[in-house]
Nanobody, 118 residues
Framework: QVQVVESGGGLVQPGGSLRLSCAAS????????MSWVRQAPGKGLEWVSD????????YYADSVKDRFTISRDNAKNTVYLQMNSLKPEDTAVYYC???????????WGQGTQVTVSS
């Protein structure tokens, strides 16, 4: 069965860095766009970043552009999100999701909490 499992969240001070990982299984990972989506406390889901199936093309929300970097290793069935210069407003649960088309997501992980606070 399809599974995506996030890891790497935690508590970090403003200006710090974290790297999230998302391990996928149960499908041909290299055939799919993968996404990171976050949900801040009391707010709705916010798209963060996409990476194309081969990893050549990446896309970012304006709120994270130039601070976050998405990447993938298709040999390891893993997608990453390197987060630098973290701000308190980046505090959220971060989800990894499979994106079978530009219109929808079909499988999500359980999420990993990122808290940015001094």
């Amino acid at each position: 069965q399809v599974q995506v499992v996030e890891s790497g969240g935690g508590l970090v001070q403003p200006g710090g860095s974290l790297r999230l990982s998302c391990a996928a299984s149960g499908f041909t990972f290299s055939s799919y766009i993968m996404s990171w989506v976050r949900q801040a406390p009391g707010k709705g889901l916010e798209w963060v970043s996409d990476i194309s199936s081969g990893g050549r093309n990446t896309y970012y929300a304006d709120s994270v552009k130039d601070r976050f970097t998405i990447s993938r290793d298709n040999a390891k069935n893993t997608v990453y999100l390197q987060m630098n210069s973290l701000k308190p407003e980046d505090t959220a649960v971060y989800y990894c999701a499979r994106k079978p088309s530009i219109y929808n997501y079909d499988y999500w992980g359980q999420g990993t909490q990122v808290t940015v606070s001094s």
